[in-house]
C-alpha cells in the first residue's frame, strides 16, 4: 500500500461540511481513492461512503526581503463522505457555538 500523508484542512467551509458529515484532508498527489478509503478507514475507524479528489493548482507567492517569485507546488484534495452518524473526532465542533461570545466589560 503506498504511504499516504493524511492531513485535515481546518477551514469554515470544511467545518461547516464536517457538520453534514464531510470531511477534507490534504493527500499525496499519487494517492488513489482506495488508498484514501484504507487509510481513513483504519486510520479513524470509520464507514467512508464515498471520497471525491481535486488537484489545487499551485500559485505564486513573493518572498524574501528581494520579493523574488516563487511557485508553490500543486496538492490534491480529499473530501470524505461517512457513513450516516458517524463523524472523526480532529473536526468536532460540539459544544462550540456558531459565533463566540464577547467578553463581558466588567
Request: proline share 3%.
Amino acid at each position: 500500500m503506498l504511504d499516504i500523508n493524511l492531513t485535515p484542512i481546518i477551514s469554515e467551509k470544511s467545518m461547516s461540511e464536517a457538520n453534514k458529515g464531510k470531511f477534507t484532508f490534504r493527500v499525496d498527489k499519487k494517492a488513489d481513492k482506495e488508498g484514501i478509503r484504507k487509510l481513513v478507514a483504519e486510520k479513524f475507524k470509520v464507514d467512508v461512503v464515498s471520497i471525491a479528489t481535486s488537484i489545487v493548482k499551485g500559485k505564486s507567492r513573493r518572498f524574501g526581503t528581494k520579493r523574488t517569485e516563487t511557485a508553490l507546488s500543486s496538492w490534491k484534495k480529499a473530501t470524505v463522505k461517512l457513513k450516516e452518524g458517524q463523524k472523526i473526532s480532529m473536526f468536532d465542533t460540539a459544544g462550540t457555538d456558531e459565533t463566540p461570545a464577547l467578553p463581558s466589560g466588567k
